[in-house]
């Protein structure tokens, strides 16, 4: 038990020793007085207890002090000669849950002080006669009490040497968790950094047009990167030991990140893709956002390695609740499924491969769902899997977030009245639950803004449709319009006509009014498409913006490393920035203080001085010079909880490595004044 439960124990004990000594007291006829002192004494203990005011050790003190002055008054009594062990006994098994050996030294002295008390009264009262029985009944009552001293004793000292070796097993932990905290930050450091070189420098070999060996290192290098990321959030998500990055994001930002990552895979040509946003998602909410981002990425990763054909359903829709929302997440594919001890083991074990064998036909390292459950589970959601032998898999997440801005993430505008005909043969479809994902995903769609939306199998139902409604807008895959090209072709005169391909060498017509929609086929460029017609441009990313400008903009990159200079600087020179660099801390100092900069990239691990140092001694000589300097993390250590790390330190923005150029973009909009840009200065 606790301190705080054997305190209470205590406190039982001391107010039903109390109500006995009333009692007696009243019996026997004793002082009237007393009853009257014992009650306040015992009400002012448990008032002690409740307020917690005083130190537990001087508590401790008040409740010992009370229990002895009533063993006292009721031991030197001359009816309470034979009383005395067992009172005593009481208060020193009691007070021993308090682990205060005096206590129990007190107790034993005072139990002989009271016997010597009853014995040298004895010539000239009425007290013990000292027959032999009674004489036995002494030494046997102190040989009890001696007994039930040193078992008490023992009892101390053992619960003391218990908890001191487990503040020293607490201790060992601590040390052995900040030795792993190192650890993982000097590895991530170490295994980013040339990782962040690879990616940087096959961009820029890209640029420069030198062909496909580039993509394939970017790829590698990609991939490597997320595997490296994959082993430390396996270790947090093991050691349960993670921070939460809670920042604002638009809900349409974690479909397209699944959108992306889709068509950067390389299965992308043989498994069809089928997104269903629910518009009525709020537009913004509140939370971690990289972490459901990687919780995506994992989903859909671990869908796709372990689907032969057919494709994936991917579902995201809200629940609103008393503080936000729920957002659920439902990713279902039509793979090889599990067995219920794989599901097991993915809980219970944290790593699970459906083929450990060496030539196994599935990558991956097998930490992705053990991730999923780590991170949901510690941002307060819970995941469900549901999956059968052969037959597919669903696994739904669902987190609670903040409520930001509640608008529903895609909306229609309400200036014309507009009907979508899907034109789509199902028979093409070897897998025949793919039918079921895209007929799931219009219909959702088409409830969620509530359009008007007809399925036609074949031609004849699409000119039989034509005949009795007025389809504004007609969908359909690459096969249906090769089909019957020139039909569609006419019809794209007077309708809007949308052909989605997954093929990038697809191409239309010469003067072919119909929209090319490239796969997959999601709930954005459809919005898009309904609300502006012909005139709908980069409907394949919904994320395509101005690229924002930080043209005049002087900055120094610090960096130990040449090579992530190299990258940086080719980097950031895209956005017109004044650049310089510098390859230590020392050398930064120095060259702030013969320069002025707007922004400081600083990286963190560096010989003899770190970022964090030199951070603080710029902002220090910043502020003598009575000027004002921001000053970015720029670092390969992103460890669950850097980035809270290095604000707390005096950072004013984190930028990880390999660099992100969305990240660059978001953090330097809101860092930097809006007159320093050529867009506003609002964090997207």
């Not at 349409?252 to 893709?273: K, Y």
């Not at 529903?408 to 793919?434: A, G, I, Q, W």
């Not at 359009?451 to 007025?470: F, Q």
Request: hydrophobic content about 45%; some cysteine.
């Amino acid at each position: 038990m606790n301190q705080k439960t054997n305190e209470k124990l205590v406190l039982f004990v001391a107010t039903l020793g109390s109500a006995g000594v009333i009692i007696v007291n009243y019996v026997m006829g004793w002082e009237f007085w007393v009853p009257i002192v014992v009650l306040v004494g015992i009400i002012a203990l448990w008032a002690i207890h409740l307020s917690n005011r005083i130190d537990l050790d001087i508590r401790k003190m008040f409740y010992f002090g009370f229990a002895a002055l009533l063993i006292f008054y009721h031991g030197v009594q001359e009816t309470s000669f034979f009383d005395i062990v067992g009172t005593t006994c009481l208060v020193m098994v009691t007070f021993s849950l308090l682990n205060a050996q005096y206590m129990l030294n007190i107790a034993l002295l005072e139990f002989f002080v009271l016997i010597f008390i009853h014995l040298i009264n004895l010539p000239g009262g009425e007290g013990v006669e000292l027959t032999d029985l009674n004489v036995a009944r002494i030494f046997l009552h102190i040989a009890i009490v001696l007994l039930v001293y040193f078992t008490s004793s023992k009892g101390i000292s053992d619960r003391l040497e218990n908890e001191m070796e487990s503040r020293e097993k607490d201790e060992k932990i601590e040390r052995n968790d900040s030795s792993m905290e190192d650890f993982l930050s000097n590895i991530s450091h170490e295994l980013r950094t040339p990782v962040n070189v690879v990616n940087g420098m096959s961009d820029l070999l890209i640029k420069k047009g030198v062909g496909e060996e580039a993509e394939s290192i970017k790829t590698a290098g990609i991939r490597l990167a997320n595997q490296i990321e994959d082993i430390q959030d396996y270790t947090e998500c093991k050691r349960q030991i993670l921070f939460l990055e809670e920042d604002n994001y638009m809900s349409t930002s974690l479909i397209n990140d699944v959108v992306t990552s889709f068509r950067m895979s390389d299965r992308a040509q043989d498994l069809e893709l089928v997104v269903d946003l629910d518009p009525k998602v709020p537009t913004m909410m509140k939370g971690d956002v990289k972490k459901l981002h990687k919780i995506f990425r994992h989903l859909l990763e671990n869908a796709v390695k372990f689907t032969k054909t057919g494709g994936i359903y991917v579902k995201m829709f809200s629940v609103p609740t008393e503080s936000g929302v729920n957002l659920c997440i439902e990713v279902t594919d039509t793979g090889i499924g599990m067995s219920r001890g794989a599901i097991q083991a993915i809980t219970e074990e944290g790593m699970y491969q459906e083929n450990k064998k060496r030539n196994r036909s599935s990558g991956g390292i097998g930490l992705g769902l053990f991730i999923v459950y780590g991170f949901t589970h510690w941002m307060g959601g819970f995941v469900r899997i549901e999956s059968v032998k052969k037959n597919g898999t669903t696994v739904r997440v669902t987190i609670p977030q903040k409520l930001v801005n509640e608008k529903p993430c895609l909306s229609l505008e309400k200036t014309v009245d507009k009907t979508v005909l899907f034109h789509v043969r199902p028979s093409k479809y070897k897998v025949p639950r793919l039918r079921d994902f895209y007929r799931n995903m219009a219909s959702n769609l088409a409830a969620g803004v509530h359009v008007p939306l007809y399925s036609a199998e074949t031609v004849y139902e699409v000119e039989r449709l034509k005949e009795k409604v007025h389809a504004s807008h007609i969908f359909m895959g690459q096969e249906e319009y090769e089909e019957n090209r020139g039909y569609f072709e006419e019809l794209a005169k007077e309708d809007i006509v949308i052909t989605v391909s997954a093929d990038p060498s697809f191409k239309l017509p010469k003067g072919s009014r119909i929209m090319l929609m490239p796969k997959p086929l999601y709930a954005y460029p459809i919005i898009k498409i309904l609300n502006e017609g012909l005139k709908a441009k980069d409907i394949e990313d919904h994320e395509h913006n101005e690229k924002p400008s930080f043209k005049g903009v002087r900055a120094l990159i610090v960096d130990d490393e040449p090579m992530n200079l190299v990258v940086a600087t080719s980097l950031f020179r895209e956005y017109e920035m004044i650049l310089d660099t510098a390859e230590s801390g020392k050398e930064a100092i120095k060259k702030f203080r013969e320069n002025t900069y707007d922004v400081i990239f600083m990286d963190h691990m560096m010989p003899e001085m770190d970022g964090v140092e030199a951070m603080k001694l710029i902002k220090a000589a910043a502020l003598n010079l009575d000027q004002s300097i921001i000053v970015v993390a720029l670092t390969a250590n992103v460890v669950s909880g850097a980035r809270e790390m290095f604000i707390r330190e005096g950072f004013d923005g984190f930028i990880a490595k390999p660099i992100n150029t969305a990240d660059f973009e978001r953090v330097m909009q809101r860092v930097l004044p809006a007159a320093r840009m050529g867009m506003g200065g609002d964090e997207r």
